[in-house]
């Protein structure tokens, strides 16, 4: 690789530059009155227990529905939900019924009876933590109570095999798939039977 | 779409399933002693001011010095910065030198003094503001104090063309470069103009 000192940089102003990011259909409220919203700031934080973050503007219609009831879904975005992700996005709740206008089904999770989306290739209850004001988002930390997946990625063995989702990334304001696949974590300092085993060569 | 209802689904134990999700090469100490870290529980918490947080492991060899520093770099990575990148999520830094393992060049931080990753096609001075303990992991929520982009990923407008970065994301512990283009934020609402403009219709 060619060295890259600071000659060939161009300093910016600050900016939330980190991509790819997720992207994700957030569902929450009740059974009878639910909504979604699309959230790009969204990430996971801890490990044990499996926590996640989403960030949400306080002007935002879920904004107090999710403060008030303290539980949401977070559900996985498929190539064949890129569109009604991005109409959730910019969409409000407070004018229009978004499950019904893109008819999506309404699944209650066990642990909080909140929906989730019936369409997502896998959904996540989570009850929030901790509630941080930043700016012009708040900050909800929150434990996963439960996962749900599609049985159509489940292959042969019973394993989950992810790709079959074909996940959608956020990266600058766009919307991507995967794309190719480059190794498995640790795989530059495994063995060369671990090699040939994971990295799917032939 | 096909409708999917509950019977669709296989309910798991809780798990850290949010995919895909951003993996970066987390820089920081000094220039004389660095280190370099790569972080998969990373996201952006908020647009003003923008920040960012990044998820830690207490037994890491960096938690402490970011704790005591409170500053640190985080680099974002393109498809030919994967092998160094997963090298750096297996490897300690207590006991061998990243930089000088992996000859990849130090810049400084003009705000802080953090040790940057030349290579990286986009790298963020982060500043720490807020600490929290989780469990497994200490989440460092931190604000973006500058912004350095390669040249090399400006078009001939001068605006940053980020496609040409090929970026990588972290999805169920595999590395993937982004894949097709399906949209930018509000094309599902857009005028047809913006769509010719936007989409790359020809």
Redesign the interface.
């Known amino acids: ?6 000659e ?15 992207v ?1 259909m957030v569902s929450c409220g009740t059974m009878e009155k639910s909504n979604i919203l699309t959230i ?14 989403i ?1 949400v503007r306080k002007e935002r219609y879920s904004h107090d529905i999710i403060k008030e009831s303290g539980v949401f879904a ?1 559900n ?1 975005v498929s ?2 939900l ?3 992700t ?2 959730c ?3 409000s709740g407070r004018n229009t019924d978004k499950f019904a206008d893109l ?1 999506l ?1 309404k ?2 999770g ?1 642990k909080t009876g909140v929906p989730m989306i ?2 997502s290739p ?3 209850e989570c009850r929030v933590k ?1 509630f ?1 004001e ?4 708040d ?1 909800f ?1 929150a ?10 990625l ?1 292959d042969e063995k019973g394993a ?1 095999d ?2 079959q ?1 074909d ?3 956020y ?19 495994a063995s060369e039977d671990a090699l040939k085993r994971r990295m799917r060569i032939k």
């Open positions: 690789m060619e060295k890259q000192g600071i060939s940089k161009i300093q910016m102003k600050p900016s939330t530059f980190l991509n790819p990011v997720p994700v790009a700031w969204a990430g996971t934080v801890n490990s044990e227990p499996p926590m996640l973050s960030s977070v996985l190539r064949d890129i569109r009604q991005d109409y996005g910019v969409k008819k089904t699944i209650a066990e019936g369409e896998a959904s996540m901790n941080i930043l700016g012009s988002h900050l930390l434990e996963i109570e439960t996962v749900y997946v599609s049985k159509s489940f989950i992810l790709r989702a996940l959608v990334a990266n600058h304001g766009e919307y991507y798939t995967l794309g190719d696949f480059h190794g498995f974590y640790g795989y530059s300092v």
